[in-house]
Nanobody, 122 residues
Framework: RVPLVESGGGSVQAGGSLRLSCLAP???????MGWFRQAPGKEREGVAV???????KYADFAGGRFTISRDIPKDTLFLQMDNLTPEDSGMYYC?????????????????WGQGTQVTVSS
């Protein structure tokens, strides 16, 4: 399969916004997809996922600040992140699985991108 390719990471100040994109040819229709993140020395954790039918789930820290969405015709998954804090810094990964219902558990997903770095300064 074609690999997942993330983009949109960068360095911002606290309170700023970033929009991550994941080019995912063949994955956006009828697949579950998600965004995970990993900070140095910490385990990978779920940020937001979307089921194959479009239902979304968010980690508690993401609710109200992050929005996951996808553009199926453009084969792209997005993560809009607002009001960022230094605790949001880390590598953000796009992921996909053929299962119809997504979970926030990393081992659930079979396909991963290489990640895009997000750094938030205070």
């Amino acid at each position: 399969r074609v690999p997942l390719v993330e983009s949109g990471g960068g360095s911002v100040q606290a309170g700023g916004s970033l929009r991550l994109s994941c080019l995912a040819p063949g994955y956006t229709y009828n697949w579950s997809m998600g965004w995970f993140r990993q900070a140095p020395g910490k385990e990978r954790e779920g940020v937001a996922v979307v089921d194959s039918d479009g239902r979304t789930k968010y980690a508690d820290f993401a609710g109200g600040r992050f929005t996951i969405s996808r553009d199926i015709p453009k084969d792209t998954l997005f993560l809009q992140m607002d009001n960022l804090t230094p605790e949001d810094s880390g590598m953000y990964y796009c992921t996909a699985d053929q299962a119809l219902v997504a979970t926030m558990v990393p081992t659930f997903f079979d396909h991963w991108g290489q990640g895009t770095q997000v750094t938030v300064s205070s």
